[in-house]
């Protein structure tokens, strides 16, 4: 993908002065909330191996980069990375060797490439209200990549679609997803077919991924509240969960029932992790003007 190098040393400053800050409370947070983000995880058929799954990962990563430019500034880059290790840090190391990638895309949008990827628009990070969000909304992918979904969903794709039950090197598993792509350019049947499996399979694993966010954010001392509040604002749900009068009468959308999961997850967590406040830091509101105002990659 073309990447724009411009270098913005006086950020780099700023950051890590405001990083003894953001440590220091980070410390103090973690003291009071004493959380494990245990991960359960759904039974589903994964065809690919560890290593095949990295293929894949590597694969998609290149089309998706082929795709969406990718901001290459380390001074907007470590912020993300530096948010993202204290929640990694809630897991054994194993489980989770991930990176985030900003990229420039017209949505608001953030989204997992499994196992080592997690990707994340300009737009969504001018979405944001604090570092305390963005540790839920990395949480959140972070469950997706923790389940293995990616690999899931391909499995019973290439089974239902192409009929394959294995796969071999990276080469293999390029050509098999390109056959798949081109199976969908010929046959809309496919294409819907292939729909219907991602959208269930992510709904079975959506609620999971949304209890790690909560709780990995308050295990790595961020403020659980606001991965609500993020839910809350994105899925214009204003803060309704539905009833049981809207169940009984069918009215529950998807996302009012998905916040009523999320709050319910968050009242199950210790007081102490409640208490925690979202709040911005001078950190957090001068990068995020930074990633703002980045030159507009998609003009050039």
């Not at 737009?123 to 979904?149: Q, T």
Request: glycine residues 4%; hydrophobic residues 45%; charged residues 20%.
């Amino acid at each position: 993908m073309p990447t724009v190098h411009i270098r913005l040393p006086i950020l780099s400053i700023v950051y890590l002065f405001a990083l003894t800050v953001l440590v220091g409370a980070a410390v103090r947070a973690q003291e009071s909330c004493s959380v494990t983000p245990a991960l359960g995880i759904p039974a589903a058929s994964n065809i690919f191996s560890a290593q095949q799954e990295r293929d894949l990962g590597d694969v998609e990563a290149a089309w998706v980069e082929s795709i969406y430019q990718v901001v290459h500034e380390d001074a907007l880059t470590s912020h993300l990375n530096r948010v993202a290790s204290r929640i990694l840090s809630q897991f054994p190391p194993e489980q989770a060797r991930v990176r985030v990638i900003l990229i420039d895309a017209p949505e608001a949008n953030s989204f997992s490439v499994a196992p080592e990827r997690i990707y994340i628009t300009r737009k969504m990070v001018a979405m944001l209200n604090n570092d305390d969000e963005l540790a839920g909304l990395l949480g959140h992918e972070l469950g997706h990549i923790l389940m293995h979904e990616n690999a899931i969903i391909v499995s019973q794709l290439f089974h239902q679609i192409l009929g394959v039950n294995a796969v071999g090197d990276r080469k293999d598993i390029s050509e098999k997803l390109r056959r798949m792509l081109d199976s969908f350019d010929r046959d809309n049947t496919s294409l819907r077919r292939a729909a219907q499996i991602i959208e269930r399979q992510e709904g079975i694993r959506q609620y999971e991924a949304d209890r790690v966010a909560l709780y990995a954010a308050a295990a790595a001392g961020f403020s659980p509240q606001a991965y609500v509040e993020l839910f809350d604002r994105s899925a214009g749900t204003h803060g309704g969960s539905g009833s049981v009068l809207t169940d009984f009468f069918g009215a529950t959308t998807s996302n009012l029932r998905r916040l009523r999961e999320i709050k319910k997850t968050l009242r199950q967590l210790p007081p102490p992790c409640r208490e925690i406040v979202p709040a911005p830091s001078a950190e957090f509101l001068t990068w995020q003007a930074a990633v703002v105002s980045y030159p507009d990659l998609a003009r050039r």
